[in-house]
């Protein structure tokens, strides 16, 4: 971890460390209002436990259910008119969606309802099937059944970040993987297999009795070992799969719709583009964004902050070597003559010289002069606020938990927001 | 513009870099209001009120005296716990015990020469106006959506359109896990805190018949032992939510259940969650928030860039589950605040509700959350918590409906609650068509 600015020979040095030992590095940079931090992960970076929204984690799979579950929801349901109120009225509503889907697909062909006019045609059917005969005037267990027929009649299908993981381009051999893609080979292996992920195997919490809802919650967990269990005979049997851990596979099992690569194209393929035309079609994209910005009310880009800031801290570092060249003996303190002034016209110059042309919009011009007033200081609070954030995403990468930015995130204090740029 | 002077506060190298941005104009700065002269020592006479010395509070009392301002004052009822030290960094071992805001304050002093920290150690509920009348800026770094609501209701009390020095800018931080929200309130004039009740929608709450008879998460049985064991069993005079002993007892009891009906999952920690709505505080998300709200202060202060509430945006969301994310946008003042505008609010109601069950959706409604409400008509008194023998008087009104009590579609209704002794809710009945 390091501050701008600093020392061109000290930063190579760092570099060089960090490529040797894979170590990630952070690189920080406040100044007066604004700040940014960076950070350099040595490859392709996976997080399993990435605690998504509990609510987005539900998956049912009441599309494809599985010998059991039909069998179970036929039982409760194979009278269903002939319940009393107490049990008709206490049906979960996953028993209720998979008794009303079978009635549906009798009644078109054998097919689901896939559109969403057919996915609300579906839910009206729900609705009219609860009772309102009774005190109450309706049933909770039928609203939760209709209010949740949207979101969990979704076929499986293969999330984004998972389908990243299964297409990663491998730079070192099968042999040298780590358990992470070991099981994730296997799960690619058991998606072809049976066209959908391994159950997360989570209830959500629904109307139902105590007896009725845990024996359902037993149904869905016997459901999701049996696949972890799949999943771990495929791993055992790769090469090196037997030193993998079991919990390492129902943790993945849990996630795998969840799963995130980061840095993914921090491989080998990226290393051909250079930082500095990253940095040009960035801009390039961030300005064009801008110009529409007003339209799709997003807000503004902070690349600007950005381009100033490293402007900035790219002309004392170099100021500071001078100094250090003409025999002070300062070392690596000499950062304290790096806070020099540097004017406006000094930061545009050199931006003109990394991204042609953006020294002449007019945000940019804007965030060089905030730049130059604060003649390379830092606030207090703006940077307790960048190490609070920097403190959280090292936590982040040291537990692999959560999500870490990728890879650039900028700080604006004047307008208090921050927004994640991939540089 | 960096051209323009420096105007260096008394001690010129401690604060070398924070009089750099902050006495001399930015492109953003508004020249109209901006005077770089005056700032240092406007900022070294300013009273500033931090409302919490907890995980936020020694965030933000290190935060102000580190950013110029030298006379601040701090509340806090609190001791100070042996589980604080892990992120409330200005208290030691040998601190256990003893008060948050005394000790706070003594080590911010000794830490930072030159500024001066008052501590109380009592509620912010024991001071009157004339006590809040003195600062210049409130900040709160509080836990507690009740605190925030009085402090929010006193200060837009405050409010007096003649007196210039009565309008006290709110700057509010409050944190949960890896998020978080800060925002700017600058009373009567943008949107306060009980405008945006309704981001802070209290958990629903579990029916109280699945509690009672078909309970299914380990929740349900602690919720259980919680509001219908303790009730009939009486262990304790009284539940200290503190008290291990209490705790463990309510632990006991959720685990028999749980063991009845077959529910694993009931923990002594899961139980202490539950009991005490405890919400995991993150040392790095306070120090985010903590920071975000003294740079709005010190941007009001200084006049040195815009701050936040004026003119645009006034709440910043932040959340650093997935990646870093801000969102910063204005959330509009409501002509139905109960606080700050004028009008009654619409409240959706039936006719056939007993008033118990119209008293119950006061507490329940994100906008309301009145746990303690007495209600009564231009002319009429519906029910009273207070005093005991006019409760006892109002008290049979509960169980009759809305219609019995002769109230209509469009009647308005007073509403007041202990715990906001100054604010009077106002309510229009929205009875639902039929
Ligand atoms: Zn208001």
Same mark, same amino acid.
């Given at each position: 971890?390091?501050?701008?600015?600093?020392?061109?020979?000290?930063?190579?040095?760092?570099?060089?460390?960090?490529?040797?030992?894979?170590?990630?590095?952070?690189?920080?940079?406040?100044?007066?209002?604004?700040?940014?931090?960076?950070?350099?992960?040595?490859?392709?970076?996976?997080?399993?436990?990435?605690?998504?929204?509990?609510?987005?984690?539900?998956?049912?799979?009441?599309?494809?259910?599985?010998?059991?579950?039909?069998?179970?929801?036929?039982?409760?349901?194979?009278?269903?008119?002939?319940?009393?109120?107490?049990?008709?009225?206490?049906?979960?509503?996953?028993?209720?969606?998979?008794?009303?889907?079978?009635?549906?697909?009798?009644?078109?062909?054998?097919?689901?309802?896939?559109?969403?006019?057919?996915?609300?045609?579906?839910?009206?059917?729900?609705?009219?099937?609860?009772?309102?005969?009774?005190?109450?005037?309706?049933?909770?267990?039928?609203?939760?059944?209709?209010?949740?027929?949207?979101?969990?009649?979704?076929?499986?299908?293969?999330?984004?970040?998972?389908?990243?993981?299964?297409?990663?381009?491998?730079?070192?051999?099968?042999?040298?993987?780590?358990?992470?893609?070991?099981?994730?080979?296997?799960?690619?292996?058991?998606?072809?297999?049976?066209?959908?992920?391994?159950?997360?195997?989570?209830?959500?919490?629904?109307?139902?009795?105590?007896?009725?809802?845990?024996?359902?919650?037993?149904?869905?967990?016997?459901?999701?070992?049996?696949?972890?269990?799949?999943?771990?005979?495929?791993?055992?049997?790769?090469?090196?799969?037997?030193?993998?851990?079991?919990?390492?596979?129902?943790?993945?099992?849990?996630?795998?719709?969840?799963?995130?690569?980061?840095?993914?194209?921090?491989?080998?393929?990226?290393?051909?583009?250079?930082?500095?035309?990253?940095?040009?079609?960035?801009?390039?994209?961030?300005?064009?964004?801008?110009?529409?910005?007003?339209?799709?009310?997003?807000?503004?880009?902070?690349?600007?902050?950005?381009?100033?800031? @490293? /402007? +900035? !801290?790219?002309? $004392?570092? &170099? #100021?500071?070597?001078?100094?250090?060249? %003409?025999?002070?003996?300062? =070392?690596?303190?000499?950062?304290?003559?790096?806070?020099?002034?540097?004017?406006?016209?000094?930061?545009?110059?050199?931006?003109?010289?990394?991204?042609?042309?953006?020294?002449?919009?007019?945000?940019?011009? @804007? /965030? +060089? !002069?905030?730049? $130059?007033? &604060? #003649?390379?200081?830092?606030?207090?609070? %703006?940077?307790?606020?960048? =190490?609070?954030?920097?403190?959280?995403?090292?936590?982040?990468?040291?537990?692999?938990?959560?999500?870490?930015?990728?890879?650039?995130?900028?700080?604006?204090?004047?307008?208090?927001?921050?927004?994640?740029?991939?540089? | 513009?960096?051209?323009?002077?420096?105007?260096?506060?008394?001690?010129?190298?401690?604060?070398?870099?924070?009089?750099?941005?902050?006495?001399?104009?930015?492109?953003?700065?508004?020249?109209?209001?901006?005077?770089?002269?005056?700032?240092?020592?406007?900022?070294?006479?300013?009273?500033?009120?931090?409302?919490?010395?907890?995980?936020?509070?020694?965030?933000?009392?290190?935060?102000?005296?580190?950013?110029?301002?030298?006379?601040?004052?701090?509340?806090?009822?609190?001791?100070?716990?042996?589980?604080?030290?892990?992120?409330?960094?200005?208290?030691?071992?040998?601190?256990?015990?003893?008060?948050?805001?005394?000790?706070?304050?003594?080590?911010?002093?000794?830490?930072?020469?030159?500024?001066?920290?008052?501590?109380?150690?009592?509620?912010?509920?024991?001071?009157?106006?004339?006590?809040?009348?003195?600062?210049?800026?409130?900040?709160?770094?509080?836990?507690?959506?009740?605190?925030?609501?009085?402090?929010?209701?006193?200060?837009?009390?405050?409010?007096?359109?003649?007196?210039?020095?009565?309008?006290?800018?709110?700057?509010?931080?409050?944190?949960?896990?890896?998020?978080?929200?800060?925002?700017?309130?600058?009373?009567?004039?943008?949107?306060?805190?009980?405008?945006?009740?309704?981001?802070?929608?209290?958990?629903?709450?579990?029916?109280?018949?699945?509690?009672?008879?078909?309970?299914?998460?380990?929740?349900?049985?602690?919720?259980?032992?919680?509001?219908?064991?303790?009730?009939?069993?009486?262990?304790?005079?009284?539940?200290?939510?503190?008290?291990?002993?209490?705790?463990?007892?309510?632990?006991?009891?959720?685990?028999?259940?749980?063991?009845?009906?077959?529910?694993?999952?009931?923990?002594?920690?899961?139980?202490?969650?539950?009991?005490?709505?405890?919400?995991?505080?993150?040392?790095?998300?306070?120090?985010?928030?903590?920071?975000?709200?003294?740079?709005?202060?010190?941007?009001?202060?200084?006049?040195?860039?815009?701050?936040?509430?004026?003119?645009?945006?006034?709440?910043?969301?932040?959340?650093?589950?997935?990646?870093?994310?801000?969102?910063?946008?204005?959330?509009?003042?409501?002509?139905?605040?109960?606080?700050?505008?004028?009008?009654?609010?619409?409240?959706?109601?039936?006719?056939?509700?007993?008033?118990?069950?119209?008293?119950?959706?006061?507490?329940?409604?994100?906008?309301?959350?009145?746990?303690?409400?007495?209600?009564?008509?231009?002319?009429?008194?519906?029910?009273?918590?207070?005093?005991?023998?006019?409760?006892?008087?109002?008290?049979?009104?509960?169980?009759?409906?809305?219609?019995?009590?002769?109230?209509?579609?469009?009647?308005?209704?007073?509403?007041?609650?202990?715990?906001?002794?100054?604010?009077?809710?106002?309510?229009?009945?929205?009875?639902?068509?039929?």
């Amino acid at each position: 971890m390091y501050t701008h600015p600093i020392l061109p020979e000290n930063l190579s040095a760092i570099e060089a460390y960090a490529q040797r030992h894979k170590t990630p590095l952070v690189a920080i940079h406040s100044s007066g209002f604004y700040s940014y931090f960076q950070i350099n992960l040595p490859g392709a970076f996976p997080i399993v436990d990435t605690h998504p929204d509990e609510t987005a984690t539900t998956d049912l799979r009441l599309l494809s259910p599985w010998p059991e579950l039909t069998a179970f929801a036929a039982e409760l349901t194979k009278d269903i008119d002939g319940l009393d109120d107490v049990e008709h009225g206490h049906l979960p509503y996953v028993v209720i969606l998979l008794h009303y889907l079978e009635r549906w697909k009798a009644a078109h062909d054998g097919k689901y309802p896939a559109t969403y006019k057919e996915k609300t045609e579906f839910r009206k059917m729900v609705q009219a099937a609860a009772r309102t005969d009774n005190p109450e005037g309706g049933e909770e267990n039928f609203e939760e059944a209709a209010a949740a027929v949207l979101k969990t009649l979704v076929p499986p299908s293969l999330p984004s970040g998972l389908r990243e993981v299964f297409e990663y381009k491998h730079p070192e051999p099968v042999e040298q993987r780590s358990g992470f893609w070991l099981i994730a080979d296997a799960v690619k292996q058991f998606y072809e297999k049976h066209q959908c992920l391994p159950l997360p195997g989570k209830l959500p919490d629904m109307k139902a009795q105590s007896k009725v809802y845990i024996q359902l919650q037993n149904i869905y967990k016997a459901k999701a070992r049996s696949d972890a269990a799949e999943i771990l005979q495929i791993v055992q049997a790769s090469p090196g799969g037997e030193r993998v851990d079991p919990a390492e596979v129902d943790l993945f099992c849990k996630n795998a719709a969840f799963v995130k690569l980061i840095n993914a194209t921090g491989g080998e393929g990226d290393a051909s583009i250079s930082r500095a035309d990253r940095l040009r079609s960035a801009a390039a994209r961030e300005f064009a964004n801008d110009e529409t910005a007003a339209l799709t009310l997003s807000p503004l880009s902070l690349l600007p902050v950005y381009l100033a800031l @490293q /402007a +900035a !801290g790219t002309r $004392a570092a &170099a #100021a500071a070597e001078a100094v250090n060249h %003409v025999g002070s003996s300062a =070392g690596h303190s000499s950062n304290s003559s790096s806070g020099g002034a540097i004017s406006a016209d000094e930061i545009l110059a050199t931006i003109a010289a990394q991204v042609p042309g953006a020294e002449k919009n007019e945000r940019v011009v @804007q /965030a +060089a !002069g905030e730049v $130059a007033r &604060a #003649a390379g200081g830092e606030l207090h609070n %703006v940077a307790a606020l960048t =190490g609070g954030m920097v403190a959280q995403e090292v936590i982040k990468i040291v537990t692999k938990q959560y999500i870490p930015i990728d890879n650039t995130c900028v700080f604006d204090g004047i307008a208090s927001r921050c927004q994640v740029l991939r540089l | 513009m960096a051209s323009a002077n420096v105007h260096p506060a008394s001690e010129p190298a401690r604060w070398k870099y924070l009089d750099s941005v902050r006495t001399r104009p930015g492109p953003f700065t508004d020249a109209s209001t901006f005077n770089g002269s005056v700032v240092a020592r406007a900022m070294e006479t300013m009273k500033v009120l931090v409302i919490g010395a907890g995980g936020l509070g020694c965030e933000i009392l290190k935060n102000l005296a580190l950013s110029g301002f030298k006379d601040i004052h701090v509340i806090d009822m609190d001791t100070i716990d042996i589980s604080n030290l892990n992120r409330q960094f200005l208290f030691r071992q040998e601190d256990v015990g003893k008060s948050k805001a005394e000790v706070a304050a003594r080590f911010v002093e000794k830490r930072v020469r030159g500024v001066r920290i008052t501590p109380y150690n009592c509620k912010i509920q024991d001071f009157d106006e004339d006590f809040y009348m003195q600062f210049q800026l409130v900040i709160c770094g509080l836990d507690s959506i009740e605190a925030r609501r009085w402090i929010n209701a006193t200060l837009v009390g405050l409010v007096d359109e003649n007196i210039e020095d009565s309008y006290k800018p709110l700057i509010d931080g409050g944190t949960e896990g890896f998020k978080g929200q800060a925002r700017v309130i600058f009373p009567t004039v943008t949107s306060c805190i009980e405008c945006q009740l309704d981001m802070h929608a209290p958990r629903a709450a579990v029916p109280l018949c699945t509690l009672a008879s078909i309970p299914r998460q380990p929740e349900h049985c602690i919720e259980w032992a919680h509001v219908i064991a303790w009730d009939q069993e009486k262990p304790f005079p009284q539940l200290d939510k503190d008290d291990p002993e209490h705790i463990n007892w309510l632990y006991q009891k959720a685990l028999d259940r749980a063991r009845e009906f077959n529910i694993p999952g009931v923990t002594y920690s899961l139980t202490q969650g539950v009991v005490k709505n405890i919400i995991p505080a993150i040392a790095s998300t306070n120090s985010v928030i903590a920071a975000a709200c003294c740079n709005e202060a010190l941007k009001i202060a200084s006049n040195c860039a815009p701050s936040l509430g004026l003119p645009d945006a006034n709440y910043m969301m932040y959340s650093g589950n997935d990646g870093i994310y801000t969102y910063t946008f204005r959330h509009e003042r409501k002509d139905d605040c109960p606080v700050c505008g004028g009008q009654a609010r619409d409240l959706p109601a039936d006719a056939a509700w007993t008033l118990r069950e119209l008293l119950d959706s006061l507490a329940a409604r994100p906008e309301a959350q009145l746990r303690q409400p007495s209600v009564r008509t231009a002319t009429k008194t519906l029910y009273m918590q207070l005093p005991p023998s006019l409760e006892e008087q109002t008290r049979p009104n509960l169980d009759k409906t809305l219609a019995e009590l002769g109230l209509d579609h469009g009647q308005e209704i007073v509403v007041t609650d202990p715990a906001f002794a100054t604010v009077i809710f106002m309510f229009k009945l929205k009875f639902k068509s039929r």
